[in-house]
């Protein structure tokens, strides 16, 4: 008879010598894990843009369209991001916010345009953005605020129009954790310099627009850490970093594209 | 595993036997939760351990049989609801953990099963490893 720890071994050793085997199989591609989850968050994305579309005003006159492509586009094929994953909305709301939802849409109201010195400003907070995106920050916060088994149901049609307005709250008032936004800020600096975009407009507005304006106004930064934080580290990252500036778009266009955010296509009576 | 001891009544037999199939059933009843078969065993066992020592020897038997797949399965239990309720992704180590551990509840599904048709037949069938930690908790009382 052989003793207990010969059993032991051979029990303790076969459990580990199973998992260890059976890790080395890749089982998130045979079941097609990422791709079920890349059309979970497309659904998602959908979902929350419909019920976002029917809400506001969307600004959707070439110019901003143009402009607002040419900014994602250069950031989109300097840094080998797929442009079609990116899909940039324009909402016509007087509070400075802009976010991302999933399936990559990302929202921009237009005081956040207006409220913009310069494009590289606004580029600088795309690229911030398209970094959560990126970064899959946008499902992580979601799954963490309202869970995975509430984001399935309404993948499957078990949302009603409250609980979806609900979420696409949490996705528009709601920060991401310090790290996140920290991971965000510096992937836009990499996302900008790569660009040949200067960076040091975005940092200057992680700053300005936090000092001496109204809070209520400025939801994107009220939701985000310390602006003189976030500048700091943002320009500590600028300095490791050689790059070249090219320009974005010329003034004339620049300053045609904030007229339009100012004036409103619709007439509203209430 | 290996089977000796002399043929205890009838009425042990059923009574052991039950003990394996306490803990089959609170399996069935409640798969998901790693912790329901273990109090169901538990439960068996604190009412019979005033009984006779073929009956609590398999009470203790089966009690710690369900213990020692109960740490593995909570393991996977949280891991699981880790996965559903936070930002935990699904990788190919919980699913390698998943299917070893499945396979490890299957054989103790078939072991206690098999445990508990012998022991209704009145056969003392000791597990490896457990079947020593049983005669050590247990003693005959004489």
Known sequence: MKSNSFWAIIILGGFVGLFFWLRTIDWVGMFNIEQHTRDTEEKLGDLFWEHIGDEGEQITDSLTVAVMDSMVHRLCDANAIPRERIKVHVFRA????AFAMPGGHLVVNSALIEDCKSPEQLCGVLAHEIGHIELRHVMSKLVREIGTSVLVNMTMGGGDGGQIGEVVGVLSSKAFDRDMEREADLKAVDYLTVAQIDPHPFADFLYLTGNGESEEAFEWLS???????????VLEEIGKRQFEVKPLITASTWEKLKEKMGVSDTLSLN | MQKDMNA?????????SNSYLMSLLALLVGAPLPIINLIATLIFYVGNRRSTYFVRWHCTQALLSQLSVFFLNSYGFWWTLSIVFTDATLTNEYVAYVVTVGLFNVFEFVSTL????????GKHVRWWIIGDIADQLVKEVR
């Open chain 2, 8 to 16: 205890p009544l009838d009425h042990e037999s059923e009574k052991a």
């Open chain 2, 114 to 121: 098999y445990t508990a048709i012998e022991v209704r037949k």
């Open chain 1, 223 to 233: 939701t985000h850490p310390s602006s003189k934080e976030r500048m700091e580290y």
């Open chain 1, 94 to 97: 007087d509070v400075v916010n």
